[in-house]
T-cell receptor, first 110, second 115 residues
Framework: RKEVEQDPGPFNVPEGATVAFNCTYS??????FFWYRQDCRKEPKLLMS???SGNEDGRFTAQLNRASQYISLLIRDSKLSDSATYLC???????????FGKGTRLSVIA | NAGVTQTPKFQVLKTGQSMTLQCAQD?????MYWYRQDPGMGLRLIYY???????DKGEVPNGYNVSRLNKREFSLRLESAAPSQTSVYFC??????????????FGPGTRLTVL
C-alpha cells in the first residue's frame, strides 16, 4: 500500500461548483499534513496546512480525520484559476522528509 | 529575496555524459532536498540534507550524487546520464529540522532530457 494515496482525477467542474478531494495515508504515526498546489509545468507551492481541528482559508477548507487516516480539501465557488494539481503531503516526524501523494488534477471549466 | 533558484532551466544530454544541477536558497534554511517528477509518478525524493555537512539518500538515489557546498547551496550530480533520468528535477528547502511543521519552498525546476 502506498504511503499517501490520492485519486488522480481529473475532476472537471464548472465555475462556481464545490469540489472535494480526499487523500489517505498509511502511517498512523503521521504528524503533520499539508495541501500543496502545482500548476502545469511549475513548482509545487504550499496551499495550506491541515490541523486536527480543521481549518479554512477563504474558499478552501481542509480537514483531518486521524481515526480513518485521511485528509480532505474542499474548494467552494471554484474559479478558473483553481485549475491545477493538488498534492497531499504528510510527515511522520520532525526527522523525516515530507511524503507527497501523486496529486489530483482539477480542471475548472467556464 | 529570490527564494530557491536552480540552474540550468533546461538541459539535453547524451547517454553517458555527466552534469551538475545547481541549487541555491537565500532564506537561511537548514534543510534542502532534491526531487524528480515524472508523469504519473509524482514527486520522488532523491537526496536530502538536513543541515550543512550532512546528506542522506531518499527514495531514488541510484545514479546520483549530491554535495551540500554550504548552507545556501546543494548540488545534484549525474555522473553518467541514462535515458531513465529524463525528468523534471526540483530543489526545495525548509527552515527547521527535517520537514515536520516547516513549509518546503521549491525552485522552478530543471527539465532534463537524456538522449
Amino acid at each position: 500500500r502506498k504511503e499517501v494515496e490520492q485519486d488522480p482525477g481529473p475532476f472537471n467542474v464548472p465555475e462556481g461548483a464545490t469540489v472535494a478531494f480526499n487523500c489517505t495515508y498509511s502511517n498512523s504515526a503521521s504528524q503533520s499534513f499539508f495541501w500543496y498546489r502545482q500548476d502545469c509545468r511549475k513548482e509545487p507551492k504550499l496551499l495550506m496546512s491541515v490541523y486536527s481541528s480543521g481549518n479554512e482559508d477563504g474558499r478552501f477548507t481542509a480537514q483531518l480525520n486521524r481515526a480513518s487516516q485521511y485528509i480532505s480539501l474542499l474548494i467552494r465557488d471554484s474559479k478558473l484559476s483553481d485549475s491545477a494539481t493538488y498534492l497531499c503531503v504528510v510527515t511522520y516526524s520532525g526527522n523525516t522528509p515530507l511524503v507527497f501523494g501523486k496529486g489530483t488534477r482539477l480542471s475548472v471549466i467556464a | 529575496n529570490a527564494g530557491v533558484t536552480q540552474t540550468p532551466k533546461f538541459q539535453v544530454l547524451k547517454t553517458g555524459q555527466s552534469m551538475t544541477l545547481q541549487c541555491a536558497q537565500d532564506m537561511n534554511h537548514n534543510s534542502m532536498y532534491w526531487y524528480r517528477q515524472d508523469p504519473g509518478m509524482g514527486l520522488r525524493l532523491i537526496y536530502y540534507s538536513a543541515s550543512e555537512g550532512t546528506t542522506d539518500k531518499g527514495e531514488v538515489p541510484n545514479g546520483y550524487n549530491v554535495s551540500r557546498l554550504n548552507k545556501r547551496e546543494f548540488s545534484l550530480r549525474l555522473e553518467s546520464a541514462a535515458p531513465s533520468q529524463t525528468s523534471v528535477y526540483f530543489c526545495a528547502s525548509s527552515g527547521g529540522g527535517l520537514a515536520g511543521g516547516y513549509t518546503q519552498y521549491f525552485g522552478p525546476g530543471t527539465r532534463l532530457t537524456v538522449l
